[in-house]
């Protein structure tokens, strides 16, 4: 068996999350615990109240979706890793690239966790005051997206930009950025045949060039982080593949936070390196989906509950 293991992002947090791990697995517990001290200097977040009792509402603020759902992603990590299940290829969705290098122990969860809360917090500024949207596009092939994109911006004279921002699997792409533009597009992409353009529930113009504040400020933390040597293969959001030589794990980082995520390519270049197993972490089986709809002949396991955890184990055992 090759192992990936890949990572939920932002939008499938939902209440309760993790907390029958909480009451169940000491280490889980432990991590949620550190997790609230670690992002204290950033955020006045308790990650157990706000995981297990929310409300929605504020589980859905970036500042604190983000450390909700690594240390979710973390915790059980530890728990796979003392079963002896460890990746061979990695990768997550947006946020979940950050979970991916903590599984290839390239960051400690304390870093991890302190960055996250950080990245929350940066994004949320940028998107500060602005108008903007986030659509699931069905059923458009990359280049009608491109295309009706730039026409969009055309139109606006670059004022206002629409982009590309997730390529989920074939026949989902996201659009992201200004209200306004990404209305335009839409427009566009029906007349060009799109099935549908579903509003996704977001408080920002996530991977588009809006979010470059937030990636300079990045930039800065990375300055002090020691990335290790990676244990496993990662797989990165902005390339869909591995990394070069000449690649920094933190221009990559930055990079993430303000361009497209290539997740469909990331899934079918760890099929074409003979991945045949994949388990997907985090709240919802979003991913799972889009795995599925990418690859054949992968076994795809989703983690989600202690009975997934359980199941998974025993599948894996067997």
């Known amino acids: 068996?090759?192992?990936?293991?890949?990572?939920?992002?932002?939008?499938?947090?939902?209440?309760?999350?993790?907390?029958?791990?909480?009451?169940?697995?000491?280490?889980?517990?432990?991590t949620i615990d550190k997790a609230t001290e670690a992002?204290?200097?950033?955020?006045?977040?308790?990650?157990?109240?706000?995981?297990?009792?929310?409300?929605?509402?504020?589980?859905?603020?970036?500042?604190?979706?983000?450390?909700?759902?690594?240390?979710?992603?973390i915790g059980v990590t530890k728990l796979l890793h003392e079963q002896g299940i460890s990746a061979d290829y990695t990768c997550g969705l947006s946020l979940g690239e950050y979970s991916?290098?903590?599984?290839?122990?390239?960051?400690?969860?304390?870093?991890i966790l302190e960055l996250i809360a950080k990245r929350g917090k940066y994004m949320a500024e940028a998107a500060e005051g602005l108008d903007v949207k986030m659509a699931a596009v069905l059923g458009a092939d990359?280049?009608?997206?491109?295309?009706?994109?730039?026409?969009?911006?055309?139109?606006?004279?670059?004022e206002k930009i629409v982009q590309a921002a997730n390529f989920n699997c074939p026949g989902q792409i996201v659009i992201s950025g200004d209200a306004i533009a990404v209305d335009?597009?839409?427009?566009?992409l029906k007349e060009a045949g799109a099935k549908r353009i579903l509003p996704l529930k977001v408080s920002g113009p996530f991977h588009t060039s809006l979010m470059k504040p937030a990636g300079d400020k990045l930039a800065k933390e990375f300055e002090s982080?020691?990335?290790?040597?990676?244990k496993s293969k990662v797989i990165y959001n902005c390339l869909g593949k591995e990394k070069?030589?000449?690649?920094?794990?933190?221009?990559?980082?930055?990079?993430?936070?303000?361009?497209?995520?290539?997740?469909?390519?990331?899934?079918?270049?760890?099929?074409d390196a003979g991945v045949d197993t994949i388990i997907?972490?985090?709240?919802?089986?979003?991913i799972s989906k889009f795995i599925t709809k990418t690859v054949d002949n992968v076994k795809v396991y989703s983690i989600d509950t202690v009975e997934d955890f359980v199941n998974t184990v025993k599948e894996l055992d067997a």
């Open 244 to 271: 070069s030589p000449e690649d920094s794990i933190s221009s990559l980082l930055e990079k993430q936070v303000q361009s497209s995520v290539y997740l469909e390519d990331s899934i079918k270049y760890m099929a």
């Open 39 to 73: 992002v204290k200097p950033v955020t006045d977040m308790n990650v157990a109240e706000i995981s297990f009792n929310g409300p929605m509402e504020q589980l859905s603020e970036t500042k604190y979706t983000q450390p909700a759902m690594v240390a979710f992603a």
């Open 100 to 111: 991916a290098l903590y599984e290839a122990g390239v960051l400690d969860e304390s870093t």
């Open 280 to 286: 997907e972490i985090g709240p919802g089986k979003a």
């Open 184 to 188: 335009k597009a839409s427009a566009y």
């Open 142 to 158: 990359r280049e009608t997206v491109f295309e009706c994109c730039e026409k969009a911006n055309s139109q606006l004279k670059g």
């Open 225 to 230: 982080v020691d990335f290790k040597e990676p």
């Open 1 to 30: 068996m090759k192992l990936g293991i890949v990572y939920a992002g932002q939008g499938s947090q939902r209440v309760g999350m993790g907390q029958d791990f909480y009451e169940k697995y000491d280490v889980f517990k432990e």
